[in-house]
């Protein structure tokens, strides 16, 4: 197995408009569109997969329920200065869930893409 790429699926509800907020907003890049079922998208070693409601990934599982977007799992994305990341997004009409919060391990905040899934920016403590 490789570990130089990390892939993680996020289920959307519109692949293209999936692909141009995490383009526009957060730099990835385009790997692969098959919209309105699927595309890739990369950021360093990081391969996001936007699933949308045709795609493969979208089908209903035994028992009858839909795989759907949001939830608490997320992306974790660092940023060397979260308080101007912030203020570049909001001036982009990016939402975010909360306000950033600050631990003893740096600050954080929680954006959302168009389809409700949960995007962590993150500026860890400088030691």
Excluded: C
């Amino acid at each position: 197995m490789s570990d130089t790429i990390v892939n993680v699926r996020y289920m959307v509800d519109d692949v293209e408009a999936a692909v141009e907020w995490y383009t526009r907003h957060l730099g990835f890049s385009l790997l692969s569109s098959h919209a309105p079922a699927f595309a890739d998208i990369k950021r360093g070693s990081l391969r996001l997969l936007l699933s949308g409601p045709t795609s493969s990934a979208g089908r209903p599982m035994p028992d009858g329920e839909q795989p759907r977007p949001g939830g608490w799992n997320r992306i974790h994305l660092i940023v060397d200065d979260l308080p101007a990341e912030v203020a570049r997004l909001r001036t982009a009409g990016a939402q975010f869930r909360n306000d950033i919060v600050t631990g003893p391990g740096g600050s954080q905040i929680l954006l959302t893409d168009p389809s409700g899934n949960l995007v962590e920016l993150f500026q860890p403590v400088r030691r």
